[in-house]
């Protein structure tokens, strides 16, 4: 995203000092809290600051995305029953209850995504995963655990409605408990938290999407790639909101943004300057004094 922000600079610091003029404004929006459900851009949203459209410069391996799929960050606390652990059989381990809880998210996610279709997903395993990032549990090693906390993202499909989404994950999980035993009369607790992004969409073959396609053509000389992906982004607050036509668009991959060796391409930040110059000529136009 930093080198996303960075090519949307230099390509208006370009333009400026070859002397263009545009019609209209350009503005830049450097904002933060996207990680946590767009706090900044909501905060721009709320003051009242709107264009006639707007690139989001996430990494999408300068593909045109005007399509994005919504994530919902949730907590569920998996309760057992602490005892010694040389008496194990007497107590019920949560860590064992939370690994028949991972198995039926697993299954919900494979479930949910094979009834998904979209021709804008085809480069993608899935449009919406379910991820488990964080675990916690037990308090000793030679101690039964009583309490397992997991948090992660439960992806959702464009389109889809919130609550819809957080009802299938608590119903599922619900439907899990009541097959074991234990889990039936202490089942799961489900919080919801922090980012809860919604999908964002504007049609692919809106003017502004078209004009960016052109742009990129007329830059790289190759065919764009016009595509959905797999997770939430800023994007949905300028759609669902403010109904401001939006794409992601930007140097880098996402396959390796959260990972331990994070980097982006020079050649993509450079080429990236030069369509987000080419998309602010052709859409702006120029003052003519």
């Known amino acids: 995203m930093k080198a996303g922000l960075a090519s949307g600079i230099f390509a208006i610091q370009i333009l400026q000092e070859m002397g263009f003029k545009p019609s209209g404004n350009v503005m830049v929006q450097s904002v ?3 990680e946590s459900g767009g706090c900044g851009t909501l905060a721009n ?29 949730f907590r569920l606390t998996i309760s057992g029953k602490a005892t010694h652990g040389a008496m194990r059989w007497e107590g019920v381990s949560a860590i064992e ?21 979209s021709e804008y997903y085809k ?10 990032g964080t675990i916690q549990g037990g308090d000793w090693h030679s101690s039964v655990p009583d309490t397992v906390v997991v948090e992660g993202r439960f992806g959702i499909f464009p389109g889809e409605a919130v609550g819809d989404a957080r009802q299938a994950f608590e119903t599922y999980i619900h439907e899990t408990a009541l097959k074991d035993a234990w889990l039936k009369n202490h089942p ?8 809860q992004y919604e999908s964002g969409h504007t049609d692919p073959n809106h003017p502004f999407i078209q004009l960016l396609a052109n742009c990129f053509t007329e830059t790289t000389h190759h065919e764009s790639t016009i595509e959905g992906v797999t997770y939430a982004a800023d994007m949905a607050l300028f759609t669902n909101y403010c109904k401001i036509p939006a794409v992601l668009f930007g140097p880098g991959n996402v396959r390796r943004a959260h990972s331990i060796n994070e980097y982006v391409e020079i050649d993509d930040v450079l080429m990236c300057i ?3 110059a080419n998309l602010i000529v052709n859409w702006c136009g120029e003052t003519i004094e």
Do not use: M
């Open 274 to 276: 030069k369509i987000i």
């Open 32 to 34: 933060v809290g996207e």
């Open 188 to 195: 799961p607790v489900v919080e919801w938290f922090e980012g």
């Open 123 to 132: 480069s993608y395993h899935q449009a919406a995963p379910i991820n488990l």
């Open 45 to 73: 949203v709320v003051k009242g600051y709107s264009a006639d459209a707007a690139v989001v410069l996430e990494p999408t391996s300068l593909n045109i995305c005007p399509i994005h799929s919504g994530a919902l960050n």
């Open 97 to 117: 209850k939370t690994y028949l809880i991972h198995q039926s998210i697993l299954n919900l996610e494979q479930e949910r995504n094979a009834a998904y279709q």
